[in-house]
């Protein structure tokens, strides 16, 4: 594929960050002065311009609204004590989004103007990574589908985003999840693997109805038996089960391969735990949880970090849990990382 890319940056006037405090700000909802934004058309990427964050102006027959063709990440930016500021892992990030891609027929988008065009962003927008316990520069780059048709085919043309997003943690609180046997989010063949903005629109009912239950969200099981375990929404699931950690395989293509999945799994084994990527089912929880096994339950994802699981619930069934050790202590090697107080030791930080 041929690609042209002629960076063109404008810049704001004025910093909004004057005007605005970094303290308790809710996730997503704040955006740097910047954005990036880049066309395909003709078989290439042009266009790529980084300019002030601002309105776009879409046709109401653009191809994504109506069928679909739209996929995003998260990803997050750090900044160390002395100012130096580090995206975690951006290449993986950049592998899975053009996967997604290729599952939804979406052309792939080159190194240069996802991971380049991301550095120079986030360096133009550096003041914004809230130097502060737990909060980060969260990192959105997404693509869809712009061809003003309503043919149903892959469309010709597309547009890449990058937006900037200042937050703190995205679950401040342990978790309550109920464990889905009604609608399904994933099957083999399908797109569970894919982060297509499908996938989250799908999933808004059943956590929908979770939360009139009071839970904040469900953990997804299969579509034939309900009874095999996938991931929560917006997570991957890991069971510590006495010095295993146990977690759903990516096998089936029916869950997202976490980038922070990955990092919890190797910091687990550096740990000394065991670690096994297999299918689990519930009734295996729940024996293990009778029997004073199933230590703890948490969630690992770019927004939520590391999320402690303090009730899941399957059918009528309860499990508890009000303590946590190896959660809070994977987080915080995670975030000694991070943060810069300890070793890049797997290569993860990349510099701006
Ligand atoms: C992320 O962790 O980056 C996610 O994709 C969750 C997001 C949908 C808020």
């Not at 994933?186 to 956590?207: E, I, T």
């Not at 899941?312 to 303590?323: Q, S």
Request: aromatic share 12%.
């Amino acid at each position: 594929m041929e690609t042209t890319v002629d960076f063109n940056v404008t810049k704001v006037e004025r910093s909004k960050l004057n005007d605005l405090s970094l303290e308790n700000i809710p996730f997503g909802k704040f955006f740097t002065d910047h954005m990036l934004e880049a066309d395909y058309e003709n078989g290439e990427w042009k266009n790529v311009e980084i300019k002030p964050y601002q309105p776009l102006l879409l046709e109401p027959s653009l191809a994504a609204l109506h069928y679909g063709q739209s996929i995003f990440e998260g990803i997050k930016a750090y900044k160390f004590e002395n100012g130096d500021a580090f995206i975690f892992r951006p290449y993986d990030n950049w592998k899975r989004f053009n996967k997604s891609a290729e599952r939804m027929c979406m052309p792939e988008v080159p190194e240069e103007i996802f991971i380049d065009g991301m550095k120079q962003l986030i360096e133009l927008d550096k003041n914004w990574i809230p130097a502060k316990a737990e909060h980060s520069l969260y990192i959105r780059p997404f693509m869809f589908a712009t061809d003003p048709v309503l043919g149903v085919k892959p469309s010709l043309t597309y547009k890449f985003l990058i937006l900037l997003s200042p937050t703190g943690p995205y679950y401040a609180e342990p978790m309550k999840i109920y464990v889905e046997e009604k609608y399904t989010r994933a099957a083999p063949g399908g797109v569970g693997f894919s982060k297509n903005a499908g996938n989250y629109g799908g999933s808004m009912m059943a956590a929908k109805e979770a939360q009139k239950l009071g839970y904040d969200q469900v953990l997804w099981t299969d579509a034939f038996e309900h009874k095999w375990l996938q991931e929560v929404g917006m997570m991957n699931v890991v069971f510590v089960i006495n010095n295993t950690a146990v977690t759903p395989s990516l096998d089936e293509g029916t869950i997202l391969e976490g980038v922070t999945r990955a990092s919890v799994l190797t910091l687990l084994e550096e740990m000394g735990l065991q670690v096994e990527e297999r299918k689990i089912n519930i009734d295996e929880v729940i024996e293990a949880y009778k029997k004073g096994s199933l230590k703890e339950v948490f969630g690992t994802g770019t927004a939520a970090t590391i999320a402690p699981i303090k009730e899941l619930r399957y059918k009528d069934f309860a499990m508890k849990f009000d303590a946590w050790t190896v959660a809070p202590k994977v987080k915080g090697q995670l975030n000694n990382i991070r943060y810069g107080r300890s070793d890049d030791r797997f290569n993860w930080l990349e510099r701006i």
